[in-house]
């Protein structure tokens, strides 16, 4: 009996680290990004050097819900984001050290925002978070150092500033 759990536990364990084998990093334009299981989409990475970049909302015919953790870090040229209104989810350090970010609109679609999301964005003077927002991770706001104001939607039910 010992025999046949571990063998089930090897297999299964194999078919987990195999899962994720199976998933194609798509590109468009200057995106890389994967097709979420909801049939989403979730920018992985930019590879451009613009300064001023706005995310589209769909790729492909797919719609962009999720930005992945520190898929537009350390581009230390880009300055503002626009990010599209069907965008829930920023992943951990998604900004981190991009040194130059001055500005950034979040969506008021936005529910979850990982960790550090804005770390080491020492232009970054103004944050404006929506009255959805009901997940903020930890330091979000790290080392910005030339941060001046948070605003939280009044009828945030979750977060105020105080």
């Known amino acids: ?15 987990n680290l195999l ?10 334009g200057d995106f890389s990004y994967t097709i ?3 049939g989403t989409a979730e ?5 451009g050097e613009d300064a001023d970049v706005t995310i589209p909302e769909t790729l492909d015919g797919f ?12 581009i230390e040229t880009l300055r503002s984001v626009v990010i599209p ?3 829930t989810t920023l992943g951990d350090n998604v900004f981190g050290e991009c040194t130059a970010l001055e500005s950034v609109n979040i969506p008021e679609a ?31 706001f790290d080392r910005c150092d030339s941060l001046r ?5 009044a009828d945030n039910p979750f977060f105020s500033v105080q």
């Open 1 to 15: 009996m010992k025999k046949i759990i571990i063998i089930l536990a090897v297999l299964m364990a194999s078919l």
């Open 19 to 28: 899962s994720g084998c199976f998933a194609e990093d798509l590109s468009y």
């Open 36 to 38: 979420l299981p909801d």
């Open 43 to 47: 920018i992985l990475r930019y590879r």
């Open 63 to 74: 719609t962009v819900t999720s930005l992945a953790i520190q898929a537009f870090a350390r």
């Open 85 to 87: 209104d069907s965008v």
């Open 110 to 140: 936005l529910t979850w925002m990982g960790s550090g999301v804005f770390q080491g964005c020492v232009l970054l003077e103004k944050a404006v978070l929506p009255a959805g927002l009901i997940r903020i991770g930890w330091n979000p």
């Open 149 to 153: 104001s948070i605003e939280i939607a």
